[in-house]
T-cell receptor
Framework: NAGVTQTPKFQVLKTGQSMTLQCAQDMNHEYMSWYRQDPGMGLRLIHYSVGAGITDQGEVPNGYNVSRSTTEDFPLRLLSAAPSQTSVYFCASRPPGNFEGGYTFGSGTRLTVV | AQSVTQLDSHVSVSEGTPVLLRCNYSSSYSPSLFWYVQHPNKGLQLLLK??????LVKGINGFEAEFKKSETSFHLTKPSAHMSDAAEYFC?????????????FGQGTILTVHP
């Protein structure tokens, strides 16, 4: 099925551990982005990419790394997890040039850092 | 720069009564505006969007919103609430010119519907 696929759906990490949140889309969307959702704060942009090989920081990039080697995949890496990174993470994508919406969101990854 | 303020963190209504969720925005240029809904433990679903066409926008499930440039508002309404409308709603702005279409979310409004 076409869409944005996020894995895993749930994850518990210990402080200091590393992990990668996976995001894949099969719609040939050039623009992909990662958001985190915290209670009372809406969704905040972490990193985004406008195409393979091009990434940039969003509003809250500290503690996260990204790379974009293919159009389909946009993984988010936590190098040394901290309790402040406990959150729900959403990946989103949209077609090229479509600035007026057309975003597709994944179903989210719920991460707990203990 | 762009920003969004949702004026109510919680709204409670009775089933069958009108719904009003308030949103004010700030944008340097002509914005695109959206309302998304998130049901508990679910992802985000687009309800409706304004992209400089008609100022009154109709969305799914009977929701609509009116873009008022003079008031910098984009309030979401529904004439008659249903139990299934209970969810969290996000007002979102995107500045096509300066932000390359990046989305900025409001803090969210939790809608509770009583029987």
């Amino acid at each position: 099925n076409a869409g944005v696929t996020q894995t895993p759906k749930f994850q518990v990490l210990k402080t200091g551990q590393s992990m990668t949140l996976q995001c894949a889309q099969d719609m040939n969307h050039e623009y992909m982005s990662w958001y985190r959702q915290d209670p009372g704060m809406g969704l905040r942009l972490i990193h985004y990419s406008v195409g393979a090989g091009i990434t940039d920081q969003g509003e809250v990039p500290n503690g996260y790394n990204v790379s974009r080697s293919t159009t389909e995949d946009f993984p988010l890496r936590l190098l040394s997890a901290a309790p402040s990174q406990t959150s729900v993470y959403f990946c989103a994508s949209r077609p090229p040039g479509n600035f007026e919406g057309g975003y597709t969101f994944g179903s989210g990854t719920r991460l707990t850092v203990v | 720069a762009q920003s969004v303020t949702q004026l109510d963190s919680h709204v409670s209504v009775s089933e069958g009564t009108p719904v009003l969720l308030r949103c004010n925005y700030s944008s340097s240029y002509s914005p695109s505006l959206f309302w998304y809904v998130q049901h508990p433990n679910k992802g985000l679903q687009l309800l409706l969007k304004y992209t400089s066409a008609a100022t009154l926008v109709k969305g799914i499930n009977g929701f609509e919103a009116e873009f008022k440039k003079s008031e910098t508002s984009f309030h979401l309404t529904k004439p008659s609430a249903h139990m299934s409308d209970a969810a969290e709603y996000f007002c979102v702005v995107s500045d096509r010119v300066t932000s390359y279409g990046k989305l900025t979310f409001g803090q969210g409004t939790i809608l509770t519907v009583h029987p």
